[in-house]
């Protein structure tokens, strides 16, 4: 499988695939939209909306928040949603931003409904492969798992390129 976030289980083989940055998400007038980055701590001067507790999203927005002594419950958070599309659209509509995955806002930033913002300090979120340590290996695994690291290649650069 692929997963979000670290794993520490003995019995499975976990195996790099991929970064992603995270960043905030805004409307194009939103008073942040001026700067190149936004600092940890600007997150709290302005509606937040959050993912549901439990996705990997707020889980790494937590993590972010509490290794620059912050915590989402400072957050500023009129209600959570269940989706990056609902986030977006809420952040569209302009209740407030977010943080979401770069890669999530190709479409939205080339037609100028949305901007982002790295962070500063950048918050990245790590994807891994995860597979059975003790299991059985077939032949069509194997390719399957380099087809994907093949993928997760050239995702990466070509996210370096846009």
């Known amino acids: ?50 993912r549901e507790g439990g996705s990997g999203t707020r889980s790494v927005i937590a993590s972010y928040l509490e290794s620059h002594n912050l915590h989402e419950d400072q957050l500023d958070s009129p209600f959570e949603l269940g989706s990056t599309e609902a986030v977006k659209g809420s952040v569209q509509a302009g209740i407030g931003i977010s943080i979401v995955s770069g890669a999530a806002l190709i479409r939205e930033e080339r037609l100028g409904v949305l901007v982002s913002r790295p962070l500063q300090p950048r918050m990245l979120r790590s994807f891994y492969f995860v597979r059975q340590r003790q299991k059985f290996r077939a032949h069509i695994m194997d390719e399957l798992f380099q087809f994907a690291r093949d993928y997760c290649e050239k995702a990466s650069e070509a996210a370096e390129r846009a």
Do not use: K, W
Request: proline share 10%.
């Open 1 to 50: 499988g692929v997963v979000e976030g670290e794993v520490s289980n003995q019995y499975l083989l976990v195996e790099d695939c991929q970064s992603d940055e995270m960043r905030v998400l805004m409307p194009p007038d939103h008073p942040l939209s001026s700067e190149e980055t936004v600092q940890p701590e600007a997150l709290l001067n302005y509606p937040f909306i959050l």
